[in-house]
């Protein structure tokens, strides 16, 4: 009877014990993930001004006031804008950066170093840093070019450029972070694969084409998928580079999504306004996921 009691006991205590390993991340998921969330639903149905004011309900009207906001409408098409652009060359030149670092290259430890470290900036330093670079006035780009004779460039001032260069500055900063994933992949796939490829005849791009691309299907959507919705949350980035700027044709050129909602809740005051648009982007995020995860479904990805 006792040694029953102590089976009992020992089978409890597996089933028990990993639940208070995960105790402390569950409460740190509750306490700022999930408690934040049911908060900002709640405020999106109200008018609150931020802190000092009291939420007063008015149901649904911030939404019904969000289909007549065309700044609101801009910065969320330039948001996909942004995705739709930068998304297939972060993609593509991660997975380039690592085809080519998986192969047996001379110092290609130190290669792969230098290619990821920009990841380990911050957004913060990465804007502040390129806008030092390109900025009109005391710019390096444009002093580098009376250095050597030729004419400044309107650069930040140009929406073209400053737009182009969002794209090209987070490819910059986040290909290296994607570039991990491809390589840790493209080392998993069998050595034998290639073998036998090669006594069939296939060339170089007959065996990306019907082995490694392939072979890629779960981390190309997890980069795919973990890309656009950091390219969505885009902030510090523009903030310190282009601060939304600049403006042209009635409207600010880069002023992203999550930038506007911040400037409404912080700059506006419209903390209940801004709870709404950030409903609202979520559902836009988990409308790019649901989407995605479809189409891999469907094409055997998962």
Known sequence: ???????????????????????????????FIITPAIMGVYFSLTRFRGLGDTPQYVGLANYIELFSNFELFQAIWNTILL??????????????????LVQPLRARGVVRAIYYWPVMISFIVVGLMWRWILRDSMGFLNGFLE?????????????????????FIFTWSRAGYYMIMFMAALLSIPVSLYEAAEMDGAN?????????????????????????????????????????????NNTYTTQFAVRYIYETAFAFRQVGMASAMSVVMIIIVMAFTGVNLYLAKRSGAI
């Open 83 to 100: 995705v739709a652009a930068t998304l297939p060359i972060v993609f593509w030149f991660a997975l380039l950066l690592a085809i080519v």
């Open 204 to 248: 170089k791009l007959q065996k990306f084409m019907y082995i490694t691309y392939p072979s890629l299907r779960p981390v190309r959507l997890m980069v795919f998928i973990l890309a656009g919705m950091e390219i969505f949350k885009i902030y510090p980035l523009v903030e310190t580079f282009t601060s939304g700027g600049p403006f042209a």
């Open 1 to 31: 009877m006792a040694k029953q009691q102590t089976y009992k006991w020992y089978i409890m205590k597996q089933k028990i014990v990993p639940y208070f390993f995960l105790l402390p991340n569950m409460l740190i998921f509750l306490i």
């Open 147 to 167: 250095t050597i004779g030729l004419n400044r460039i309107e650069t930040l001032l140009n929406p073209r450029f400053a737009w182009w260069s969002v794209v």
